[in-house]
């Protein structure tokens, strides 16, 4: 690998590189890889995350993602585009095999807010980690940290059921986000060096409107029919990406979320008409831009899953 040219070396650490069947022991076995593919590469934004001035390196729960993160630490330590310190929990002194932490479980809702899903992607331990590195900046910062189902699948990370659309509005997946259930919401508030409160909450709207965020809530699936709302958040309906406030990208298969974006107030616009030119993003103040997906939502991620902000102007 240290030999190869720089563009060589990208695609064989991506893309994979085939087993040369040239000893018996490799011809016996079953794997046609010498080096596998990272098949989940797309989803860029599990493997970093740009939290205020600093990238957090991911921690992936399965060991076969375990080289992307090792590509975006790369990345950021050496590439003459960014410059921004980067923080890895395999540096941790403690419980270094407990911390797991990805980039779909973590959402920036304010400079000193952080929303953190906790489940089967993302431990305790993970979000202890980041806790006691607040810790070390002695600043006040609020955690909002989201209890998720273990199964079924699609509910590995928080942004399957809640993303953040606009100042004033947010996308969640209803039975989980508002409804009563067993999935505890609670919320750590950080001082100086301290964790000074540690307490349960109703939920993350009502958590973020204690601390002046009043978030109205978006339905994955429309309000009717539950069954509906598991099918749409299944295909990935509550993950969106914001590239502005109020202008929105997700997948147009969730016909009955779009309808439900429609009704407050945000115009439905295909993305290949704003490639063409027929349309201008900036002339609408809301604005959601759908894209097609069949095999894509089979992946388990939608349009947040698949972009990695490195910074944001302010809002």
């Not at 002194?93 to 407990?98: A, I």
């Not at 964790?195 to 993350?204: G, K, L, R």
């Not at 899953?305 to 910074?311: G, I, L, S």
């Amino acid at each position: 690998l240290l030999s190869l040219e720089s563009d060589e070396l990208a695609l064989q650490l991506i893309e994979g590189m085939v087993m040369q069947k040239n000893s018996l022991t490799k011809y016996l076995k079953k794997d046609r890889y010498a080096l596998k593919p990272l098949y989940n590469f797309f989803f860029t934004r599990d493997a970093s995350m740009s939290i205020r001035d600093n990238v957090l390196i991911g921690k992936m729960a399965s060991k076969v993602r375990s080289r992307e993160a090792m590509i975006m630490e790369a990345i950021f330590n050496n590439s003459k585009y960014v410059s921004a310190p980067t923080i890895n929990p395999r540096d941790a002194m403690h419980n270094v095999d407990d911390i797991t932490i990805e980039g779909g479980d973590v959402l920036i809702a304010r400079d000193d807010i952080f929303i953190i899903g906790f489940g089967a992607r993302s431990t305790s331990q993970g979000i202890d980690f980041i806790i006691d590195k607040i810790k070390e900046k002695k600043a006040t910062r609020h955690l909002i940290v989201q209890e998720l189902p273990e199964s079924p699948e699609s509910f590995i990370h928080l942004d399957m059921v809640f993303t953040l659309l606009d100042q004033d509005s947010c996308m969640v997946y209803d039975p989980l986000i508002l409804k009563n259930n067993k999935y505890q919401t609670i919320h750590i508030e950080i001082d100086n060096d301290k964790v000074t409160t540690i307490e349960n909450e109703e939920n993350i709207i009502s958590a973020l409107k204690k601390l002046g965020m009043d978030l109205k809530p978006v339905f994955c699936g429309g309000q009717q029919d539950e069954w509906t709302q598991e099918r749409e958040q299944w295909h990935s309906g509550a993950n969106f990406f914001a590239f502005a406030p109020g202008k929105i990208i997700g997948y147009a298969r969730n016909v009955y979320t779009m309808e439900e974006l429609y009704k407050n107030d945000y115009e439905i616009i295909k993305a290949v008409d704003i490639i063409s030119g027929k349309y201008d993003t900036n002339a609408y103040k809301k604005i959601a831009v759908s894209i097609e997906g069949s095999e894509l939502p089979r992946g388990g991620g939608g349009a947040r899953c698949m972009t990695m902000p490195v910074c944001r102007k302010s809002v």
